[in-house]
């Protein structure tokens, strides 16, 4: 038995003191040394089932269990088990577990919590290696320990825990409905896996009404044990689940999640996430401007794009997606046609197209050559395609067979206006006719607005596994997330190994050790400036003086124009301490902004240890920008970049990754600012070297994977100057974790 | 006529003060040195002193600010010049001050034994310059009594007299003149004035709270004149707040989280000169737009509030150019109670 505890110290306020409260946590819990079932198999595909807690009285959950289980088509051996023994929905009661047979495959446990551990000790006694706990009233209400005894009861079985506090299981493959939420579940090509049991269970009847099919669902509950990982490598070889849907509210591990989904979903494959809960900022007051832009779910956001994952913001949206990608092949290329009979949702089309990234094609020779003779005369074949409001299913059925047999056109949007002299059925027939025809070749997605009729008609198209939407929006968001996809697995495949830049690492531990040693979280001036210099990363010439004397002497060597600042570890943001003093020209300047300096600290912070001022190059000229990394709980070290300055928290035109990263992957966050045009050239200006800004962040992003020990580090501003004179960085600063005691 | 040096027994005694009003007695006849810098203003690559340019705006002087102080910091005079040629820059600027006045008020540092390692004490100005010194002493009785023992003997074994001594800020002139003046007296020291503690001196301006705190104006700039004689902090429920006796108090500055924006809202009243916003948060457009309808204005600092409050508090309560007020309440109600002869 292997245990591994973790102490925490936690800090409370009490009668305005700070006191210590040690807990004593088991973070991981016995590990036995029998191998721990990784095969899910038998979750989503058993043989056999024990229900422990199967009851007769309808309306309790031990009942709709078992009803569901067998009303779904489960054509495998279900054994309730129940004390009062009988005989349920004509299934024989056993008694007790121990009057089971052996080899069975699966185990749900619905039992009242206190009963839980004992149930799954005889469970595993049995030989059955997953059990899925329906009982809630662990973790969840803070009951941590009992539920670690659970799985560490299972683990010594080797037996695998789904839960606790879920709904169950659906499995399209094993015609399983092992869930006490609804009964009617369409067969589909999505896996849905979801943190949250109500809404999860909500989710499900969403989607029989939208004729969404899934292929599984899963509560994952507390995550005692069985998580979104293990799911994760189980849907990424189910060949029957083409998108895995996950409802999460939180990750401990995302590094690890997204680490496994870079590497084990196949590319035919979608990820779309609806992420809930937007944390707030930690209680530890966070020093940097990285800091303070890095809220969790900003990083979340940046992590999921990085890994192609798709983050959808509601459950609609993520449905869309998902009808999406189980019904229509990703596009081939980036020219999409829209086919309309409306010239306002043309237009509507038009607008969400730029919305979601979807680009028109635009070239009119060949729109016209290709849809004149499907238009009439006061038509139009500029992109959208105007087949007018007289269109029927004749004219919608040329148009679309047009687009679709041409090797030109990546992906078609069909639009639909009820007219009230076009029969709605007929238009929906036509499009399914050409996807009779052709098949699933080609990527496409539709939109029909309307009424009543047109509403059949859309579940019609949905039942006949066809993309329709009731909002042109819709549609063109489904299909902006094809291409997202799309993009990321263009990108995957150019990607390069990541080549680490030539750093001395060794050193830079070596300087940080000396802070720890003194007890200090902030690296002086000379420390971070010493440690950009040893990861090669450019910053204006400076050194730290503690004399006038030698100020007006560091002046003179540098070159004026240059700066002052106050280097102390007390005093982090210097501008508004009155301890920073720019273009300063000449000697005068120079001893009357040392003075001033001074002064203005030793008043601010008349506690503030005050190690020396610096003076340094004033960079004149260039675009301010912000590189920073930092340390993210889920996802580990995170790098930074975008427009700098002393509003750069305001503005917050800023992107993230989680590191390392490429220098060509550095170079696409650059493209992917707000304020990226004025980097390019903007209204005269001229364009900025953006080569030396990605090799900055590449190395940043290599720094904060490398030094384990460096919590954030800020480079604000850092001028990026003409094409071919590099960046450079004006300031530094950098924090080191806190260590736990 | 003699140069006046005005020195103090201890910080914040009121020197400046006594200084402007023994200058308005012969305002045309007075020109204005203060050789160590202790209220650095740095604004646009300059370095000014607070009392420098307060002096220069009610003397009318002519010289440029950066005349009337020679550094600021130790490292700056220790830079620049040694013992004799600190001597020879002081004799130098009096003489051309002098040109213009007949005599400088030469005002020393914070308290009496500041700059003497730089030879700008007063004990030195007075070995080199033909100068008579004056001293300002505050606080209670017996503390008074013990400042003003100290510095006569210590200025007896230099062989240095004393033209006397101002009591300022006192708190019940009657008992200072019962029991304290015989005494100090009976020294050789002569009391020259016995002020008493004027509130409405030790009132400061948003402007220059502002200043001081490196703050951002979000709102109200109109009210930046306004005068603050209060200061609340906010940290409890807008209900508790408005109930709070002190919250009553006019001229107050409210110190309060910029997320607080019930407790800001609350303070939009006729008795409010100013919110101070910590935390750099800026509130809602809404309550920007009435705080500039109403002049109070907002000032936004990156502090959390408790510094925040307590730096106010430290803050110097000085008087500047702007505070015409304070410079009129000198002139009627100090000026009068100082009877000195000068020479």
């Known amino acids: 038995m292997i245990f591994i505890n973790i102490i925490y110290v936690r800090l409370h306020f009490e009668d305005s003191c700070l006191n210590p409260k040690v807990i004593l946590r088991p973070m991981f819990t016995a590990i036995s040394m029998a191998e721990k079932e990784k095969d899910l198999i038998p979750l989503f595909e058993p043989d056999s089932i024990a229900i422990v807690g199967a009851s007769s009285k309808k309306g309790k959950v031990g009942n709709i269990l078992l009803s569901n289980i067998v009303n779904s088509g489960y054509d495998g051996v279900v054994y309730p088990i129940n004390p009062k023994g009988g005989e349920i929905y004509g299934k024989e009661v056993y008694g007790s577990i121990e009057e089971l047979p052996d080899g069975i495959d699966l185990g749900i446990v619905v039992i009242p919590a206190k009963y839980v551990r004992e149930a799954v000790h005889k469970l595993g006694e049995k030989g059955i290696k997953h059990t899925i706990v329906i009982t809630s009233g662990f973790s969840e209400i803070g009951n941590t320990d009992e539920e670690n005894l659970i799985v560490e009861e299972a683990g010594k079985h080797g037996m695998r825990i789904l839960g606790p506090n879920v709904f169950g299981i659906y499995s399209a493959k094993a015609e399983l409905n092992a869930t006490f939420g609804p009964s009617d579940v369409s067969k589909g090509e999505i896996a849905l896996i979801s943190q949250s049991g109500a809404l999860g269970i909500a989710m499900i009847g969403k989607t029989a009404m939208q004729y969404l099919g899934l292929s599984a669902i899963v509560s994952v509950g507390n995550k005692a044990d069985i998580d979104d990982m293990d799911l994760i490598d189980y849907f990424a070889d189910d060949d029957e689940s083409k998108v895995i849907m996950i409802y999460m509210e939180g990750l401990e591990n995302g590094r690890e999640f997204i680490d496994k989904v870079e590497s084990e979903i196949p590319p035919e494959k979608a990820i779309i996430v609806i992420k809930a809960g937007r944390s707030e900022k930690g209680a530890t007051a966070v020093a940097s401007h990285t800091g303070s832009l890095a809220g969790s779910d900003r990083v979340f956001s940046s992590a999921f794009k990085q890994a192609g994952i798709l983050r959808a913001d509601t459950i609609n949206e993520a449905f869309n997606w998902s009808r999406a990608f189980s019904s229509t092949p990703l596009p081939e290329n980036d020219k999409v046609v829209v086919i309309t009979n409306g010239g306002g949702i043309g237009v509507l089309s038009a607008d969400a197209a730029e919305k979601y990234g979807v680009d028109l094609l635009d070239d009119q020779t060949f729109l016209k050559e290709t849809f004149e003779e499907t238009i009439p005369p006061f038509g139009s074949t500029k992109n959208p395609i105007d087949i007018t409001g007289q269109a029927g299913k004749e004219e919608y059925e040329k148009a679309l067979r047009k687009a679709f047999e041409s090797d030109e056109i990546g992906a078609v949007v069909g639009l639909y206006c009820e007219t009230g002299t076009t029969d709605d059925g007929e238009v929906a027939n036509a499009v399914k006719e050409i996807h009779d025809d052709f098949g699933n070749e080609k990527t496409a997605v539709y939109a029909f607005t309307g009424g009543e009729e047109v509403n059949d008609c859309i579940q019609w198209l949905r039942k006949n596994n066809i993309s329709a939407y009731t909002e042109t929006d819709d549609a063109m968001s489904s299909l902006g997330a094809l291409y997202r996809r799309k993009r990321y697995l263009d990108r995957k495949e150019e990607m390069e190994d990541i080549d680490a830049p030539d750093m001395d690492i060794e050193s830079i531990n070596e300087i940080i050790n000396r802070a720890v040693s003194q007890g200090r979280v902030n690296l002086l001036e000379d420390e971070a400036r010493k440690i950009l210099d040893l990861a090669g990363i450019p910053m204006a010439e400076g050194r730290v003086v503690n004399t006038l004397e030698d100020a007006v002497k560091a002046a003179e060597e540098i070159g004026y124009p240059v700066v002052l600042k106050v280097v102390s570890e007390d005093i982090m943001h210097k501008s508004d301490a009155g301890g920073l003093a720019l273009d300063l020209e000449n000697e005068k300047e120079v001893v009357d902004a040392y003075q001033a300096i001074y002064s203005n600290c030793k008043s601010k912070y008349p506690n503030a240890h005050i190690r020396g001022i610096s003076v340094a190059e004033m960079l004149k000229g260039g675009e301010e920008t912000i590189v920073g990394g930092t340390w993210d709980n889920s996802f580990g070290p995170m790098v930074m970049f975008g427009l700098g300055g002393v509003y750069v928290e305001i503005l917050e035109d800023v992107v993230f990754r989680v590191a390392p990263i490429s220098k060509r992957e550095a170079r696409r966050m650059i493209g992917e600012i707000n304020a990226f045009p004025v980097l390019v050239g903007a209204r005269g200006q001229s364009r900025k070297d953006l080569d030396a800004l990605a090799d900055i962040i590449y190395r940043m992003s290599f720094l904060m994977d490398e030094v384990d020990d460096i919590s954030e580090i800020d480079l604000n501003p850092i001028k990026a100057f003409d094409q071919g004179k590099g960046a450079k960085s004006v300031d530094v600063a950098i924090s080191i974790k806190r260590k736990v005691i | ?343």
């Open chain 2, 1 to 343: 006529m003699k140069n006046l040096i005005i020195a103090s027994t201890r910080p914040d005694a009121g020197k400046t003060t006594v200084g402007i009003a023994i200058a308005m007695m012969k305002k045309d006849r007075f020109n204005y040195l203060k050789p160590f810098g202790d209220r650095p203003i740095y604004k646009k690559k300059r370095l000014i002193d607070y009392d420098a340019k307060l002096f220069k705006n009610i003397l009318n002087l002519k010289e440029d600010y950066e005349k009337f102080c020679i550094g600021f910091d130790h490292s700056k005079i220790k830079y620049a010049y040694d013992e004799k040629t600190i001597k020879e820059k002081i004799r130098e600027r009096i003489e051309e001050m002098r040109e213009t006045r007949d005599s400088v008020i030469i005002e020393t540092g914070s308290e009496w034994t500041v700059g003497s390692s730089i030879h700008l004490d007063p004990i030195s100005l007075n070995q080199y310059i033909d100068s008579d010194i004056v001293f300002v002493a505050t606080g209670d009785r017996t503390s008074m009594i013990d400042d003003i023992h100290t510095v006569s003997k210590y200025f007896d074994a230099q062989d240095i007299s004393i033209k006397g001594v101002v009591l300022n800020q006192v708190e019940s002139v009657e008992d200072i003149q019962n029991f304290a003046v015989d005494e100090i007296e009976g020294l050789g020291i002569d009391v020259i004035g016995i002020i008493p503690e004027i509130d409405e001196l030790s009132l400061t301006r948003v402007s220059f709270i502002n200043d001081m705190l490196f703050g951002k104006i979000v709102a109200g700039e109109a009210g930046l004149n306004n005068l603050v004689e209060n200061v609340f902090v906010g940290a409890m429920s807008a209900e508790k707040i408005v109930r709070n006796p002190h919250y009553q108090k006019r001229r107050k500055l409210i110190v309060t989280g910029g997320d607080r924006s019930d407790v800001v809202l609350a303070s939009l009243d006729e008795k409010t000169s100013a919110v101070v916003l910590t935390n750099d948060i800026i509130p809602p457009s809404n309550i920007i737009s009435r705080a500039d309808r109403a002049g109070i204005p907002l000032i936004s600092v990156p502090l959390d509030t408790f510094e925040a409050a307590r730096r106010i508090e430290r803050m110097d309560r000085i008087t500047t150019i702007e505070d015409d007020f304070k410079i009129e309440r000198i002139k009627e109600d100090i000026a009068p109670k100082i009877d000195i002869r000068f020479d």
